[in-house]
């Protein structure tokens, strides 16, 4: 079984060298990077990742044009205000962070009735995906038909990862069946495009991917942050207050580029990228496993305009790999 793996990935990395010449060798025409998924038409395939940005309102977004973005992915909202998990929530290390912010947000009708109509009247033109959180069904729901109903959202990205209160606090995303329901009852609700975003913390991705697609998920996005803890060996204590939390940043790329091929092989849905974007290289590494655009978060901690910096750089990447059309990546291996 490995000796014909090892073999078919051979093949196609032949194929994939035959391609290229053929390609660098007609290409007069600008490199098209656009992307058109389910309820996004994007510039660029490129959007920071839920909570990086909050409502486009962090400090930092104040000096950034937005419409640079492919699309924004607000901050995760529930159906009540959250006033979050003690400081410190966030440490940032060299290549890697991990928090336990705990959901801090104002709750869905602050949201719908402030933070979007700010946002959209300043940037009436860029994509807008609503992060969905909750502690039953019955809160997700809601917040997905309240966000849905406002018309000032694009899509919704349903954050799977939040820990279910009639289930001991089990994320929903870690049991395929409950992630069904869950989708299920969500595009119930709503009239716009659903994209789940699934965790890395299963011991079978696929098997929630398949199922969230039964559910009649219309994307997917792959992966959230990986369940961890850092300890301080000088203060001989926690980073984080809440002990554990979610490790992000440039230790996750492998596993997500491993998960986003592993479901690609498994469904046709839609995928949004996520983990560990540092470079240019990186998106098209997470093309080449299967997805359809990308999200960056932490590296916007060294880089507050990584994700123009990464659109910009990208056609003239793709150009120099003899590429004109971004999603001529994903015919590569699959």
């Known amino acids: 079984m490995v000796k014909s793996f090892i073999t078919n990935c051979q093949n196609k990395k032949q194929m994939f060298q035959d391609f290229l010449t053929e390609r660098k060798s007609k290409m007069t025409t600008p490199v098209d990077i656009t992307v058109n998924l389910p309820g996004l038409a994007m510039k660029n395939p490129i959007m920071p990742a839920s909570g990086t940005f909050g409502y486009g309102d962090f400090a930092w977004c ?98 799977i990862s939040c820990p279910n209160v ?42 929630v991917a398949k199922a969230v697609e039964e559910g009649g998920a219309d994307g997917l996005t792959l992966i959230n942050t990986l369940f961890g803890m850092h300890i301080d060996v000088e203060k001989r204590q926690p980073v984080i207050a809440n002990v554990m939390g979610g490790v992000s940043g440039k230790p996750l790329k492998a596993l997500a580029v491993r998960m986003v091929y592993q479901v690609r092989q498994a469904t046709n849905l839609p995928i949004i990228g996520v983990g560990g974007i540092e470079t240019v290289d990186d998106v098209i590494e997470l093309f080449l496993a299967g997805a359809n655009a990308v999200q960056v978060g932490t590296a916007h901690f060294k880089n507050a305009e990584i994700c123009d910096h990464l659109a910009q750089a990208l056609p003239q990447r793709l150009h120099e790999l003899g590429f004109d059309r971004l999603d001529h990546l994903a015919q590569i291996f699959h």
């Open 62 to 159: 104040q000096s950034l044009d937005l419409n640079r973005l492919g699309a924004l992915v607000i901050k995760t909202t529930t159906l009540e205000e959250r006033e979050g998990n003690p400081q410190p929530q966030i440490w940032v290390g060299d290549d890697f962070s991990i928090n336990a912010v705990g959901l801090k947000n104002p709750g869905i009708d602050c949201v719908i009735k402030e933070k979007l109509p700010a946002l959209k009247e300043k940037y009436p033109d860029l994509p807008i995906i609503g992060s969905v959180g909750g502690s039953t069904m019955e809160d997700y729901c809601r917040v997905a038909e309240l966000f849905s109903q406002s018309g000032r959202v694009d899509a919704l990205e349903l954050n």
């Open 166 to 207: 009639h289930e001991g606090g089990m994320a929903f995303g870690t049991d395929p069946k409950v992630a069904m329901e869950l989708t299920q009852k969500v595009k119930a609700v709503i009239d716009c495009p659903l994209y789940v975003k699934l965790t890395p913390n299963v011991t079978d991705v696929v098997s």
